[in-house]
Nanobody, 122 residues
């Protein structure tokens, strides 16, 4: 089992920044692909970014490329999402997820956090 806890969400104005954290416990963190997903009201959960177990490889959805940066610190069992130049359309509940293989499909991740709300005001 892997337990995940997100933090760092909040209310920010358009153009502002937030940094989300995802703290993991349980199985060996460094063996897992980690990812961020988000879900806005009335919409399906969508992939945001993922990072390989070593941190060497990352991928992003097109709409956040150049604005969001995913990273991880395996010594601290923590993953991060630095979000810059935030837009109102980034408003959503953000979830971290973990699994042994990379995927952009939420159904392929077995471990999830409880989520944290990000609200970007216009």
């Amino acid at each position: 089992q892997v337990q995940l806890v997100e933090s760092g969400g909040g209310l920010v104005q358009t153009g502002g920044s937030l940094k989300l954290s995802c703290a993991a416990s349980g199985r060996i963190f460094s063996l897992y692909v980690m990812a961020w997903f988000r879900q806005a009201p009335g919409k399906e959960r969508e992939f945001v970014a993922a990072i390989s177990p070593s941190g060497a490889r990352t991928n992003y959805r097109d709409s956040v490329k150049g604005r969001f940066t995913i990273s991880r610190d395996n010594a601290k069992n923590t993953m991060y999402l630095q979000m810059n130049s935030l837009k109102p359309e980034d408003t959503a509940f953000y979830y971290c997820a973990a699994d042994r293989t990379v995927s952009v499909t939420s159904g392929n991740y077995n471990y999830w956090g409880q989520g944290t709300q990000v609200t970007v005001s216009s």
